[in-house]
């Protein structure tokens, strides 16, 4: 068989067989048809508490990262290391440095007496 006829036949096949359901099984199919369809819908949910829900989710997450962020260390510190880097990477002589104890030991001396 050809396919059109094929076709065809289940056409008519189907359609006699829609005619002859009784009216009142037509009407409770077609009443089940539609309520299926409006039930199947998406109905409008209010999406402001998505929304606060949202916020209060963005708002808690930032605190968090703002509590736990650590301590910026102090800086003064640090940058007596690099001087000390500094001076221990230089090339001078360091034999300067080694006489600064009584260096600063004879300033005491002169300015106390």
Same mark, same amino acid.
């Given at each position: 068989?050809?396919?059109?006829?094929?076709?065809?036949?289940?056409?008519?096949?189907?359609?006699?067989?829609?005619?002859?359901?009784?009216?009142?099984?037509?009407?409770?199919?077609?009443?089940?048809?539609?309520?299926?369809?409006?039930?199947?819908?998406?109905?409008?949910?209010?999406?402001?508490?998505w929304l606060w829900s949202g916020a209060a989710t963005l708002a808690s997450i930032t605190l968090a990262i703002?509590?736990?962020?650590?301590? %910026?260390?102090?800086?003064?510190?640090? #940058?007596?290391?690099? $001087? =000390?880097? /500094? %001076?221990?990477?230089?090339?001078?002589? #360091?034999?300067?440095? $080694? =006489?600064? /104890?009584?260096?600063?030991?004879?300033?005491?001396?002169?300015?106390?007496?």
């Amino acid at each position: 068989m050809n396919s059109n006829k094929i076709d065809e036949t289940i056409k008519k096949t189907l359609d006699d067989r829609e005619n002859s359901v009784p009216a009142h099984i037509q009407s409770a199919l077609t009443q089940a048809r539609y309520s299926a369809v409006n039930a199947a819908k998406p109905t409008r949910r209010r999406s402001s508490s998505w929304l606060w829900s949202g916020a209060a989710t963005l708002a808690s997450i930032t605190l968090a990262i703002v509590l736990w962020q650590p301590m %910026l260390p102090d800086l003064d510190n640090e #940058l007596a290391v690099f $001087d =000390d880097i /500094e %001076l221990l990477a230089s090339e001078e002589d #360091l034999g300067f440095y $080694d =006489d600064l /104890e009584f260096i600063v030991w004879v300033d005491e001396m002169e300015q106390s007496g």
